[in-house]
């Protein structure tokens, strides 16, 4: 029997070629940071990973890269109570931490990292995400300090290191479930 799943029904909403262009503008706000020193990228697990690799790449200098895994969606598609599976491993006090996400939906996750960074006496805590999705939210959720620019509909996206029922993370164009598998939406 095959592990294989069928690509689902699916629109392309923004093209690897956007997506590069993106990271290359992302990756031009946060090397300042690096430059200043004491930088710390830190990934949010497990969406994080592509940008955060995909942005490292694109950064010179000395910077430490790091990881952490708050997870609100542990492969669904729906947003639930906010659960830490582990914390930043690398010392952040008196550093420049620069989190990474995949993407600012609610807010929740990256205002939660951003709070425990700031706790654990980061010098600065500012937050990138790869896209932000246009969605009614929260006042006190403000937008992540820097980003790419990209802005993805208020529908179930994936690809760039979002996930699909925990497949397709690895494409490197976004792609939003087609209406009908969207609940019609």
């Known amino acids: 029997m095959s592990s ?7 629109d392309e909403i923004i093209s690897a070629a956007a997506i590069s262009a993106g990271f ?6 946060i090397q300042p940071l690096v430059d200043e020193g004491e930088c710390v990228l830190l990934g949010v697990m497990t969406g994080g990973l592509y940008p955060l690799v995909r942005l490292s790449d694109r950064l010179t200098g000395d910077f430490v890269v790091d990881y952490c ?13 906010l659960r830490w599976l582990a914390e930043p491993h690398t010392e952040l006090a008196g550093r420049n931490v620069v989190i990474i996400d995949d993407i600012f939906d609610a807010g929740i996750t990256l205002q939660a990292v951003a709070d ?3 706790q654990a006496g980061a010098a600065r805590v500012s937050t ?6 246009d969605r009614p939210r929260s006042a006190s959720m403000g937008l992540p300090d820097l980003g790419t620019g990209l802005t ?3 529908r179930y996206v994936f690809g760039c290191g979002m996930d699909l029922a925990g497949r397709w993370r690895h ?5 939003a479930l087609a209406a009908e598998a969207n609940g019609g939406s």
């Open 4 to 10: 294989r799943s069928a690509f689902p029904a699916a």
């Open 24 to 29: 290359d503008q992302l990756a031009g706000k």
């Open 69 to 81: 895994h708050a997870t609100r969606y542990e492969g669904g598609t729906e947003g639930k109570s």
């Open 116 to 118: 425990f960074c700031r």
């Open 128 to 133: 990138a995400a790869m896209v932000v999705k």
């Open 152 to 154: 993805v509909p208020d």
């Open 171 to 175: 494409l490197p164009a976004i792609y």
